[in-house]
């Protein structure tokens, strides 16, 4: 895999180029930043920027005059290689939040190895239904401490609204979810993402991840779909090289507040 041309490919087709990543989302390209608008509970942020020292000040102040005119609360997701060098240090001085820098990892899926099943005792359910996202849901909040009320409205949009371009599964110890995850398709691209993966505690580290990841790879294969993409954590970076996933950038989500 040539890294350069498939970063690259990756910033025209999912950034630069984006789709709306649900219903009720629209994207907008104002002058060089693209970015995603939509309701309080869906992901709003800039996807994409192409600026210089001339002119970065200026969008900054653009994208939250834009978002504040909804009282919306957005995020900015930097890469590693976007310019100007220094544009993470502006958006602080904007009054933006860093959030943790995570590695954008890529797998060619016919380079991937795809042999984890789960262990002994636990099997995969496909999420289908309004029952199946409240058991993902509940392993989200457990793994992640988080409230998982946006996660529940966006899945059961995506399910109702465009079924074939999600694929969400968890993980079932006898009839209780230990852990689950997510693929989004993005159609007329090469590619699909990765998203949620998470594992309740007391489950972690018996392979779980590494089959649910393996799982969502031959269903992206399946479908056509020639390369996996994902925000990786420092704990997720390192089951993913050892399936064959590369580091391409980094990318680091500033949120501001309005």
Do not use: C
């Amino acid at each position: 895999m040539d890294h350069t041309e498939v970063l690259a490919l990756y910033d025209r087709d999912l950034r630069e180029g984006a789709r709306p990543d649900g219903p009720g989302m629209r994207v907008e390209r104002a002058g060089k930043v693209v970015r995603q608008v939509g309701a309080e509970q869906d992901w709003n942020g800039v996807l994409w920027s192409d600026l210089d020292e001339a002119s970065v000040d200026a969008a900054i102040a653009e994208q939250t005059a834009r978002y504040g005119e909804s009282g919306l609360a957005f995020e900015w997701k930097v890469y590693g290689h976007d310019r100007p060098a220094d544009l993470g240090r502006r958006l602080l001085a904007a009054g933006f939040t860093p959030e943790p820098q995570e590695a954008l990892m890529v797998g060619e899926i016919a380079d991937l190895h795809l042999d984890a099943d789960p262990p002994e005792g636990v099997h995969l359910r496909t999420v289908t239904d309004k029952a199946g996202v409240d058991l993902l849901v509940g392993v989200h909040e457990q793994a992640f401490g988080t409230d998982g009320s946006r996660l529940r409205h966006r899945l059961l949009a995506r399910l109702a609204a465009e079924p074939d371009t999600l694929v969400a599964v968890v993980a079932l110890a006898g009839d209780v979810p230990v852990s689950a995850a997510r693929m989004e398709l993005v159609p007329g691209t090469p590619f699909a993402g990765l998203w949620g993966g998470g594992t309740a505690e007391g489950w972690r580290g018996r392979g779980i991840y590494r089959a649910l990841v393996a799982h969502r790879a031959r269903a992206a294969a399946d479908r056509g779909y020639r390369y996996l993409q994902v925000d990786a954590s420092s704990q997720s970076r390192p089951i993913l090289e050892r399936l064959g996933f590369v580091a391409l950038t980094t990318t680091t989500p500033y949120v501001y507040e309005p």
